[in-house]
């Protein structure tokens, strides 16, 4: 079945450091990539909608210039928390479709960020 | 405004008990409905719902969707501990099947 990878699965960094997480799609390829946000006990949040070769589509209140999203490929995209402050400690997963497939999306195994 | 509200938030059973866990959704741009079960790490898909009245079934789970009524029922038969998470229905919408989660419904099986 479909298999989405997201690396890293933990980092711990300090405030004002950016942090890359990737997010590749291993066997099928992914034109939309979708980034959400968990906070403890709560359901995930979309933060972001990337197509693969255009701007990402944020969604309502998510900093475009904090979070910044590339998808320069069909397997490959990446979510970058730029300057990073301890409210962004949190459990980031992505998740992504392929065009015209109608089968539901699947999960990266998430990224757990903790700002020190 | 909420887009998928479930219900209960919460639930606790014994091993062996059945449970019904419910979602309701909003109509605009709806395309298919889908429940995940999530526990430690990322949610793991459990069954996407798009025809009204077609009961999907999984060895001890299964679910429908009621397009009249906006709404999904989860039922897990003869609970065990391992069946012990939290479970999200989401629904999907427009043209790229971006999904709108609800806050999901912590189950937790007791021995």
């Known amino acids: 079945g479909a298999v989405v990878s997201q690396h890293p699965s933990r980092v711990i960094c300090k405030s004002g450091t950016s942090v890359k997480i990737e997010c590749r799609s291993l066997?099928?390829?992914?034109?939309?990539m979708f980034w959400y946000r968990q906070f403890p006990k709560q359901s995930l949040m979309l933060m972001a909608t990337s197509n693969e070769g255009s701007k990402a589509t944020y969604e309502q209140g998510v900093e475009k210039d904090k979070f910044l999203i590339n998808h320069a490929s069909l397997t490959l995209s990446t979510l970058t928390v730029t300057s990073a402050h301890p409210e962004d400690s949190s459990f980031y997963i992505c998740?992504?479709?392929?065009?015209?497939?109608?089968?539901?999306?699947?999960f990266g195994n998430g990224t757990r960020l903790t700002v020190t | 405004e909420d887009k998928v509200v479930q219900s209960p938030l919460s639930l606790v059973v014994h091993e062996g008990d059945t449970v019904t866990l419910n979602c309701s959704y909003e109509?605009?741009?709806?395309?298919?409905l889908l429940w995940y079960k999530q526990e430690k790490k990322a949610p793991t898909f459990l069954f996407m719902l798009?025809?009204?009245?077609i009961e999907k079934k999984s060895g001890r789970l299964s679910s429908i969707l009621d397009k009249k009524e906006l709404s999904s029922i989860l039922n897990i038969t003869a609970t065990q501990t391992g069946d012990s998470a939290i479970y999200l229905c989401?629904?999907?919408?427009?043209?790229?099947?971006?999904?709108?989660f609800g806050k999901g419904t912590l189950l937790t099986v007791n021995p």
């Open positions: 798009t025809s009204s009245g």
């Open positions: 066997d099928f390829q992914a034109t939309t």
């Open positions: 109509v605009t741009n709806f395309r298919s």
């Open positions: 998740s992504a479709s392929a065009q015209g497939a109608n089968y539901p999306l699947h």
């Open positions: 989401a629904r999907s919408g427009g043209s790229n099947y971006k999904l709108t």
